[in-house]
């Protein structure tokens, strides 16, 4: 009788073991997926007059059509005064070297005054700022 009992214990563990390997591979199969997810953001901090403005892009789908490619972003704006998020289609031109679209950060919600211009560029699959441009005043951040 005692070896039956060794035996469904051991078996017991066995199983356990058996299944937290399986809920392990799972969960590690699960990162590489959110790493790629990852892979088409990107993120700047820019110093708005003294406060850092933290400004991230993830392109969630990029379609090519005759001369153009319309690129679906989700942007993302956060100070320590606040923090927003917009999604947008932006139309960039295709050809000879990458092009750009000029894009407005309206700064109210981050708890700052002013608007950053930006001209955004889209290359390799990323969103990136090329330049920054805060008015009231045309200061440049970028």
């Not at 390997?21 to 820019?46: G, H, I, K, M």
Request: one cysteine or more; proline letters at 5%; aromatic letters at 6%.
């Amino acid at each position: 009788m005692a070896g039956a009992t060794f035996g469904g214990r051991e078996s017991f563990a066995v199983r356990m073991k058996t299944w937290t390997f399986l809920l392990l591979a799972a969960a590690l199969a699960v990162v590489p997926a959110a790493a790629a997810a990852q892979d088409n953001c990107s993120r700047e901090t820019l110093p708005v007059r003294g406060t850092p403005v933290t400004i991230g892009y993830c392109v969630s789908d990029a379609v090519r059509a005759a001369g153009e490619v319309s690129v679906a972003a989700a942007g993302t704006f956060s100070a320590p005064g606040g923090s927003y998020s917009r999604s947008s289609t932006m139309r960039f031109i295709t050809g000879e070297g990458p092009s750009r679209v000029l894009e407005n950060v309206p700064l109210a919600q981050l708890g700052l005054r002013g608007t950053l211009h930006l001209t955004l560029v889209y290359s390799g699959g990323l969103l990136h700022i090329e330049s920054a441009l805060l008015t009231p005043g045309a200061i440049t951040i970028k």
